[in-house]
């Protein structure tokens, strides 16, 4: 018998199956190549009119971010200029110590429901001369403020030309007809009544039940 080349099965389907990888592998590459090259040759290209890469004409440019201008009515509103705007305490008067009294009522009025009064009297030094008197209050009806001089031949005390509460800031604002004098010493006695509620805030009340089944 003449001699001749046996390829087993298993050898040939090998053979068979690299082949085949071996030319989607080209195919593959040579696609990619195309696309790269495209892309290449599309980035060289001068820009042509209409295209939409064209630099924006002078005055066109979109505003750079955060200096849009509001939107009408959306303006933040100036806030106020006097002293009472203001949360913190001017400079003007400083106080020494306090003197407060509270008088809740535990049984329930049937006109005012659960509610409370007391006094309060605040001592205080001028450091500036000054027409206003600030206080701290909230959801309090305040009675006859009283403002008196303290210490031997200080000057006469001005008159109070008016008072109010300032909601938004809780002060109670007092005017005086003439300013207070700088480095005297006065004292500002005031009256009050507020609401005696269950909400957990400022000057409230709270119960519970007892082992014998009481509210206390």
């Known amino acids: 018998m003449g001699k001749g080349f046996y390829i087993s099965k298993a050898v040939l389907f090998t053979g068979v199956v690299l082949a085949a990888a071996a030319a989607v592998t080209i195919i593959a590459l040579a696609v990619v190549y195309a696309q790269e090259k495209a892309n290449n040759s599309e980035a060289q290209q001068p820009d042509r009119p209409g295209t939409g890469t064209e630099p924006p004409a002078p005055g066109t440019e979109p505003p750079a971010p955060g200096t849009e201008p509001p939107a009408p009515g959306t303006e ?63 959801k309090l009806k305040v009675i006859n403020p009283e403002l008196r001089a303290i210490g031997a031949g200080s000057p ?50 709270s119960n519970y039940v007892n082992e014998t089944g009481h509210v206390r």
């Open 156 to 205: 006469p005390v001005p008159t109070l030309h008016r008072w109010w509460l300032h909601n938004k800031t809780q002060f109670l604002v007092i005017e005086l007809s003439n300013p207070l004098s700088k480095g005297n010493h006065y004292s500002l006695h005031t009256q009050f009544e507020g609401a005696l509620a269950d909400d957990l805030r400022g000057f409230y009340r």
């Open 76 to 138: 933040t509103p100036a806030p106020g200029t006097e002293p009472w705007d203001r949360y913190r305490l001017p400079g003007d008067l400083i106080p020494d110590h306090y003197e407060v009294t509270l008088w809740p009522r535990l049984d329930e009025d049937p006109v005012k429901g659960y509610y409370f009064t007391g006094n309060s009297t605040v001592y205080f030094r001028c450091e500036q001369a000054t027409k206003l008197i600030l206080v701290h209050s909230h």
